[in-house]
T-cell receptor, first 114, second 110 residues
Framework: NAGVTQTPKFQVLKTGQSMTLQCAQDMNHEYMSWYRQDPGMGLRLIHYSVGAGITDQGEVPNGYNVSRSTTEDFPLRLLSAAPSQTSVYFC?????????????FGPGTRLTVL | RKEVEQDPGPFNVPEGATVAFNCTYSNSASQSFFWYRQDCRKEPKLLMSVYSSGNEDGRFTAQLNRASQYISLLIRDSKLSDSATYLCVVRTGTASKLTFGTGTRLQVTL
């Protein structure tokens, strides 16, 4: 199993450009989520999904869109990049439910917006 | 007030030392608690879950005090390889949604 994969690993954008960060998992996990990590802020939840066709907003959703057309994929779209979106983005997945299911993280995408 | 608070450190300790990290959380309805480990420029990985009765995994011991809304992690006989950032993580409400502390950095030296 590849686990959780993310592409690209690094990206530089200009202000106003749009792009999609890709995330895929091969563990048949129902739950997937996107976080951003900034110095001194910890990981903050952007959007999450409890299954194909279902998405919801997290703590910091503005400027980002998601969709979940399949169980495996959960892309994150930046609509019009801003310097404030410079961050490290992590995708994670886990089995759904209320038990203590471990969340598995991808290796991250380091995004710089100029 | 942040939902999950940790001392950012860094904690600089010699090899073989015992070190303890603390974490407090603000939502009394929080249901599950974890410690994750994050190496520099890598993704977080689950270190251990934290149970009310306390639990141990080798050199690592985790404790939960629900009355004080306080979580701890004790590392005994520190190794150089323990150098990392330790994230306190809490699950509250909707299944699988996690809230992360900002992390405590540990540096173990010779």
């Amino acid at each position: 199993n590849a686990g959780v994969t993310q592409t690209p690993k690094f990206q530089v954008l200009k202000t106003g450009q749009s792009m999609t960060l890709q995330c895929a998992q091969d563990m048949n996990h129902e739950y997937m989520s996107w976080y951003r990590q900034d110095p001194g802020m910890g990981l903050r939840l952007i959007h999450y999904s409890v299954g194909a066709g279902i998405t919801d907003q997290g703590e910091v959703p503005n400027g980002y869109n998601v969709s979940r057309s399949t169980t495996e994929d959960f892309p994150l779209r930046l609509l019009s990049a801003a310097p404030s979106q410079t961050s490290v983005y992590f995708c994670a997945s886990s089995l759904a439910g209320t038990s203590n299911n471990e969340q598995f993280f991808g290796p991250g995408t380091r995004l710089t917006v100029l | 007030r942040k939902e999950v608070e940790q001392d950012p450190g860094p904690f600089n300790v010699p090899e073989g030392a015992t070190v303890a990290f603390n974490c407090t959380y603000s939502n009394s309805a929080s249901q599950s608690f974890f410690w994750y480990r994050q190496d520099c420029r890598k993704e977080p990985k689950l270190l251990m879950s934290v149970y009310s009765s306390g639990n141990e995994d080798g050199r690592f011991t985790a404790q939960l005090n629900r009355a004080s809304q306080y979580i701890s992690l004790l590392i005994r006989d520190s190794k150089l390889s323990d150098s990392a950032t330790y994230l306190c993580v809490v699950r509250t409400g909707t299944a699988s949604k996690l809230t992360f502390g900002t992390g405590t950095r540990l540096q173990v030296t010779l």
